[in-house]
C-alpha cells in the first residue's frame, strides 16, 4: 500500500464513524450515555411504576449513598 491509499482508507474510516456518530446520537447535541439510555429502556419496559416514580427512586437511594458516605467521613 503506498501513502495514497492509506490516506484514502483513513478518509472513508473517518467518515464512516462520523455517519455513526450522527445516527446515534439521534440529532442531539450530546448523545445519550450508557447508563441514560438504560433508565429510558427500563422506563419503558416498567409495567406498574411511572418514569418519574423510578426516577424518584434514583434519587432517594443516590442520597442515602451520600448520607452513608458522609457518616464515614466524619
Known amino acids: ?3 495514497e491509499e492509506i490516506e484514502k ?3 472513508e ?3 464512516k464513524q462520523t455517519k455513526e456518530r450522527k445516527s446515534e446520537g ?3 447535541i450530546r448523545p445519550f450515555t ?3 439510555k438504560k433508565m429510558l429502556w ?3 419496559r416498567e409495567d406498574n411504576k411511572t418514569t418519574h416514580e423510578l426516577l424518584m427512586e434514583g434519587f432517594k437511594e443516590e442520597a442515602t449513598l451520600r448520607r ?3 457518616r464515614k467521613n466524619d
Open 1 to 3: 500500500m503506498d501513502y
Open 9 to 11: 482508507m483513513s478518509l
Open 13 to 15: 474510516e473517518s467518515k
Open 26 to 28: 439521534l440529532n442531539m
Open 34 to 36: 450508557f447508563d441514560e
Open 42 to 44: 427500563d422506563g419503558l
Open 68 to 70: 452513608i458516605e458522609d
